[in-house]
């Protein structure tokens, strides 16, 4: 089977950075995908990562390690409209669709 | 391009009824899928529909279905419905992005109440 683990909470406060780790069991793996979503609203498509290393999209960058099986999200400079919850999937070749994890809350405090 | 639609935004139904809930995808895409979100269990995968034909299906019971039409917009159904039924239905609509990687675009949510 396949399985996302995420820390269900994160605290930061305005302009720190903060990461949001997500370790993964899955066979055929493809890829590690985050997503954000603010309350009441739609999950958005941040970031993928299929090879290991560091992709950077502004603020926002995402890690992959694949021979650990684990990745992370860094947020920079963080702003209150960061508040929301993030989510990592992991899209199985072998399944042909994506596993999501339960997702990590952060706060992001003045 | 217009994002990916879904109606109605909120129902509120009784158990034992049955629902219907509609997903237009992103122009173009061709595969879409289905999600159920509640507080407690995540994200949960109810099924994918590509080109016309269910690609793949999650651990659900058979209460839930779904189909596509020619045009790729979708439809779930759940049929005798429970109070556990209660949820956030999400539909994504999937293209592989400039990225190289899965990129699902979802739709707003059918807010499903069920009392």
């Known amino acids: 089977g396949q399985s996302l683990e995420q820390p269900s909470e994160v605290t930061a406060v305005e302009g720190a950075i903060v990461q949001i780790n997500c370790t993964y069991q899955?066979?055929?793996?493809?890829?590690l995908s985050w997503y954000q979503q603010h309350d009441g609203g739609a999950p958005t498509f941040l970031s993928y990562n299929a090879l290991d290393g560091l992709e950077e999209t502004g603020r926002f960058s995402s890690f992959l390690s694949r021979s650990d099986s684990y990745g992370y999200l860094l947020l920079q400079e963080l702003q209150m409209k960061d508040s929301a919850s993030y989510f990592c999937a992991v899209y199985n070749t072998n399944a042909g669709k994506s596993t999501f994890g339960d997702g990590t809350t952060l706060t992001v405090k003045p | 391009k217009a994002g990916v639609t879904q109606t109605p935004r909120y129902l509120i139904k009784t158990r034992g009824q049955q629902v219907t809930l509609s997903c237009s995808p992103i122009s173009g895409h061709r595969s879409v899928s289905w999600y159920q979100q509640t507080p407690g269990q995540g994200l949960q995968f109810l099924f994918e529909?590509?080109?016309?034909?269910?690609?793949n299906k999650g651990n659900f019971p058979g209460r839930f279905s779904g189909r596509q039409f020619s045009n790729s917009r979708s439809e779930m159904n759940v049929s005798t419905l429970e109070l556990g039924d209660s949820a956030l239905y999400l539909c994504?609509?999937?293209?592989?992005?400039?990225?190289?990687?899965?990129?699902?675009?979802f739709g707003p949510g059918t807010r499903l109440t069920v009392t």
């Open positions: 529909y590509f080109s016309e034909t269910q690609r």
């Open positions: 899955t066979s055929g793996f493809y890829g």
């Open positions: 994504a609509s999937s293209s592989w992005g400039s990225t190289g990687g899965y990129e699902q675009y």
